[in-house]
Every structure is written in C-alpha cells, then in structure tokens.
C-alpha cells in the first residue's frame, strides 16, 4: 500500500524558513517522481516543484521565485522542500504527490499546514 507523510510545516513570521518533508513508502518501483502542491485557502491546488528520481527539478517560479528548493533523499524515499523567505501568501497546506514513472495513478499525501503570519 502506497503512502505519503508529509511533516515540517507549522507557524513561522514573515521572511522565516522552515523544511517540509515527505517519506514515500509501499511504491513497488524506485523510479517514481515526487511533487509538491499547495492549496491555498479559497484557491485551487497549485503546483509547487518537482522532482525525478535523478534529481531533475522543475519549480514554478511564479510560486517559489527562487524562494523554495527541492530535494530528495532516495536512501531515504524522503523529498523535501526548504522554503525561505517565506511570505503571508505562502500560507497554504503543502500536499506531496507521487507517481511511479509511466503509471496512471498518483497518490497524496494528507497535507501539511504552513502558516506564515506576524
């Protein structure tokens, strides 16, 4: 059974940090490709950054504007996202999507809240 936790978000002022993670289990290929999303309030889901097992990423810009990097551990089956200078508009629940190459299906994780306020 596939699952994805995701953890690290919480509360943080404007221009902090924090790093979310996310720990894929149950996929039965290592060749998967990880994504985040975040959904804010009243919004549609937005894409955030992705990355493939070789490490190639792809980050909207619109969103991270060189604010968010994306990472992942593969000894680890753990992706991450190290945001920075993080603004009240980032505040959303950040949700890891993972396929395996070449499938139909992807899967979700329960999401994790990051809220940036003063």
């Known amino acids: 059974q596939v699952q994805l936790v995701e953890s690290g978000g919480g509360s943080v002022e404007p221009g902090g940090s924090l790093r979310l993670s996310c720990v894929a289990s149950?996929?039965?290929?290592?060749?998967?490709?990880m994504r985040w999303y975040r959904r804010v309030p009243g919004k549609e889901r937005e894409f955030v950054a992705r990355?493939?097992?070789?490490?190639?990423?792809?980050i909207d810009e619109g969103v991270a504007k060189g604010r968010f990097t994306i990472s992942r551990d593969n000894d680890k089956n753990t992706m991450y996202l190290q945001m920075s200078s993080l603004k009240p508009e980032d505040t959303a629940v950040y949700s890891c999507n993972a396929y395996r190459r070449g499938a139909m299906t992807s899967y979700w994780g329960q999401g994790t809240q990051v809220t940036v306020s003063s």
């Open positions: 149950g996929f039965s290929s290592k060749d998967i490709i």
């Open positions: 990355i493939e097992r070789d490490g190639e990423t792809t």
